[in-house]
């Protein structure tokens, strides 16, 4: 209904108050936004939806809810899908599917997800970027890629920059790869939660607030677990963290390399992980969080982080300059002013369930190849730190890898 | 029975003495009808819009809030078939089922096209009898049509001329303005959503893809309506004309309050409110469930799964700022009453269906959160 009516009355307000307004959409780009929409409705399982190379303005979030359909663009940076101008939202794309495949194109400033996938499974997403184009701002869509409730998931070869949550964020997911992907400047690079069975490989996650995060949450119904990092590149992730406080994200501190929270049977090695301000491993409870409540937390959600393996990671820097108050107060205290933090920083939430039993082998935090640990004994107000690598002094046993079945076609 | 089936037989065919030269339903088992005439529901005539033999009109006790637009909602089934009750779920509609729900505004007084009046009184929205085109502006009307393979659906969006509506499937915006009884003025976007949207509140299961409708649900649909001949429980006359099957006794039916109803209790109020318009995504199967926030009117008050001192899940930037969905006591601490209050996609709630602001809803839901007892206190 009077679609160029719509085009004249943003261009009047653009010109009328001045504020930032989006560009009015030319009858080209409606044009293709209306045939774009209409191939996604009219999709069939098999069918393949192909954007040549171009920069189009979209004003309404798209969405697919047929199996089996692949999208796929000319190159990341050459088919475009500008949502800057975007009135109805709030995601550039919702997919409720199973069999999908997206590849080769870009999702910029929508004021939602980027690319939010729902209860699907055999999900492949190749070669896609997603941005928010004027920088590092709270107002920016929270996630980039963002599959939630997915079973075979794989992110590769992706590129994520300004997301106000997290550049990659796995939910909820069972059997999920995500491998050398480029993450950047969000409070958290790549978030793995409560998912289950999870490979993180190949990735470079630099100028985040927290550069790889295996969080647990606290009130769904799937506690994750099983997650191995390895090979990736996690360096100077020191970005100030704009995320909106309440989001898990918002506690993590600037100047976090890789971060497990609460989250269990995490197997961290073989990264490059360097000049992470705060620390460049943090090992952490959802208590540290300063979320946690009586009635907020389901019952028989487990706040303790248990099973974590850090071993043979290239480990450089880093410590120097706490993200957080006390943190910076602790290192002061502990190492002295122009002294750093060690490799690990845990932060002492220890499961009161053995508190008078020996912890049993396969829940303990074993820390190999690190130059040290400070366990900040956050349940005491970091009192009583304390740099004793012995509790630490220990193995577990390898996590198996990852495999997709079916495998992805690309 | 079958005498009261006849009767109110008897009763739709006077009333289709009133509807000139409309044909009766069509029932479109396939295919996208390009206006909405093709269907024979409702159709403008002589000044007013008429529902045809056989649509009948109905009313929810709690409704969704959309931009202060109102609501003409009907329901009609082919000869010898009815849907089947159910107590907590949608009625099971037989194929073959075509359910209505026309968009309007009364107009403002000033008479201009793109101005329409704020207003809550309702009245019109059980006008089964018709809408006097002099006083109301039609925008839409939507269709869930039951087919073979399920609920599929239509929206038809009105000419100017108020004529014809013509089926839109990649959505529309439509600048208007709200004028209340002072003339203060709104201006606002009427969106009307695309095809792809319509399955975001109206999937029943993420799992099975299926849609159906929201509203014809026992505890909505439990009230009375004016037929034109006197009122009448609306399930005890949809049981009547043979549109409804399996009916239990009354008291066996459950009843929501209406949001509106200042006999109704704070708590009743509120979750009747938040159960019609966010239940249709947070429940344990909807498009939400991935939040962990549940918020029809049958998950336990007073828990996480209501959102009391529970952390957001996936909110990024629309937590405002807040750390819980809702901190008793503390409605300006709570992220439920940000997004409410907000009209910015990715942060508004829902995030679907309207660019202004509830008054009415936020005043509900900040009285009760208000109300409500306990903290969420941290513990460490």
């Not at chain 1, 999208?71 to 050459?78: C, S, V, Y």
């Not at chain 1, 939010?116 to 896609?128: F, M, V």
């Not at chain 2, 807040?322 to 997004?339: A, H, N, Q, T």
Request: glycine share 10%; proline share 6%; hydrophobic share 35%.
């Amino acid at each position: 209904m009077r679609k160029l009516l719509i085009t004249v009355a943003l261009g009047a307000a653009l010109v009328g108050c001045g504020k930032h307004q989006a560009a009015p959409q030319n009858a080209t780009d409606a044009s293709f936004e209306a045939k774009l929409q209409e191939q996604l409705l009219d999709a069939k399982p098999g069918s393949v939806i192909d954007i040549p190379a171009g920069h189009y303005s979209l004003t309404r979030g798209l969405s697919l809810r047929t199996n089996g359909v692949t999208i796929k663009g000319a190159g990341m940076d050459k088919t475009v899908l500008s949502f800057k101008g975007q009135v109805v939202g709030p995601q550039g794309l919702l997919v409720n599917a199973s069999d999908f495949t997206i590849e080769n194109l870009a999702i910029e400033d929508t004021m939602g997800d980027a690319l939010k996938i729902i209860q699907g499974k055999n999900i492949t997403i190749h070669g896609i970027r997603v941005a928010w184009t004027d920088g590092a701002k709270t107002s920016n869509g929270a996630y980039g890629i963002y599959p939630v409730k997915t079973q075979n998931v794989l992110i590769e070869d992706s590129v994520a920059i300004g997301a106000s949550d997290s550049g990659i964020y796995v939910g909820q997911s069972t059997n999920a790869i995500v491998r050398n992907n480029r993450v950047e400047q969000s409070p958290a690079g790549i978030e793995i939660e409560n998912t289950v069975n999870a490979d993180v490989y190949g990735n470079t996650a630099t100028n985040n607030s927290g550069g790889i995060l295996v969080f647990n949450m606290p009130s769904l119904l799937v506690e994750g677990h099983s997650t191995r990092v390895f090979k990736n590149k996690v360096f100077d992730n020191n970005h100030a963290n704009f995320a909106a406080n309440g989001s898990a994200v918002a506690s993590v501190p600037p100047g976090s390399g890789v971060v497990v929270n609460s989250n269990d049977k995490v197997e961290i090695f073989d990264n490059d992980i360097a000049d992470n301000q705060t620390a460049n491993i943090i090992i952490a409870s959802f208590y540290s969080t300063n979320y946690a409540t009586k009635t907020g937390v389901a019952a028989g959600y487990n706040p303790y982080p248990e099973g974590i393996y850090v071993y043979g990671n290239h480990l450089k820097g880093g410590g120097n300059s706490p993200g957080l108050l006390e943190f910076k107060a602790l290192k002061t205290a502990v190492y002295g002013i122009n002294g750093s933090f060690p490799d690990v920083v845990w932060d002492g939430y220890a499961n009161p369930k053995y508190k008078d039993s020996p912890i049993p082998a396969d829940a303990r935090i074993c820390l190999q190849d690190v130059n040290g640990v400070l366990n900040a004994d956050g349940p005491n107000g970091y009192k009583h730190p304390s740099t004793d690598m012995k509790p630490f002094e220990c193995t577990l046993p390898k996590l198996p890898p990852v495999v997709l079945n079916p495998e992805p076609k690309i | 029975m079958k005498l009261a089936k006849c009767v109110a037989s008897l009763g739709l065919l006077l009333l289709a003495g009133c509807h000139r030269g409309m044909p009766p339903v069509a029932f479109h088992a396939e295919g996208r009808p390009n206006t909405l005439s093709a269907w024979h529901v409702v159709e403008v005539h002589d000044g007013k819009l008429e529902l045809n033999a056989g649509v009948v009109p109905y009313g929810l006790n709690s409704h969704l809030f959309t931009d202060y637009v109102h609501k003409l909602r009907t329901i009609w089934m082919p000869k010898g078939v009815s849907a089947k009750y159910s107590s907590a779920n949608t009625f099971d509609f037989p194929v073959g089922t075509v359910v209505s729900k026309t968009f309007y505004y009364p107009r403002a007084t000033d008479g201009k096209f793109s101005d329409v009046a704020r207003t809550l009184r309702d009245h019109g929205d059980f006008a089964g009898l018709g809408l006097n085109m002099a006083s109301v502006r039609l925008i839409e009307t939507r269709l869930l049509v039951r087919r073979k393979d399920g609920w599929t659906p239509f929206t038809y969006v009105w000419n100017d001329a108020q004529t014809e509506a013509t089926l839109t499937r990649t959505g529309a915006i439509e600048p208007m303005t709200l004028v209340d009884a002072q003339g203060n003025r709104e201006d606002f976007k009427y969106v009307v959503p695309d095809e792809g949207q319509c399955a975001t509140c109206h999937e029943a299961s993420m799992v099975t893809n299926e849609i159906q409708p929201i509203g014809p649900r026992a505890r909505n649909m439990n009230r009375d309506y004016d037929y034109g001949h006197g009122r009448q429980n609306q399930l005890q006359h949809l049981a009547e004309i043979g549109y409804l099957s399996d009916l239990p006794k009354p008291s066996e039916i459950p009843h929501e309050a209406n949001w509106r109803d200042p006999a109704a209790t704070l708590e009743a109020r509120a979750r009747a409110y938040l159960d019609i318009n966010c239940e249709s995504c947070h429940n344990p199967s909807g498009i939400a469930n991935v939040t962990g926030l549940s918020l029809g009117s049958y998950m336990p008050g007073g828990s996480h799964y209501t959102g009391v001192c529970k952390s957001p899940e996936a909110a990024g930037p629309a937590t405002g700022g807040r750390l819980f969905d809702i901190v008793p006591g503390k409605p300006d601490e709570s992220i439920l009453m940000y997004r409410m209050e907000s009209t910015k996609p990715g942060i508004m709630m829902p995030e679907l269906g309207r660019s202004t602001v509830d008054r009415e809803g936020v005043a509900l839901i900040r009285a009760w959160i208000l109300a409500m007892k306990g903290n969420c206190d941290i513990v460490r």
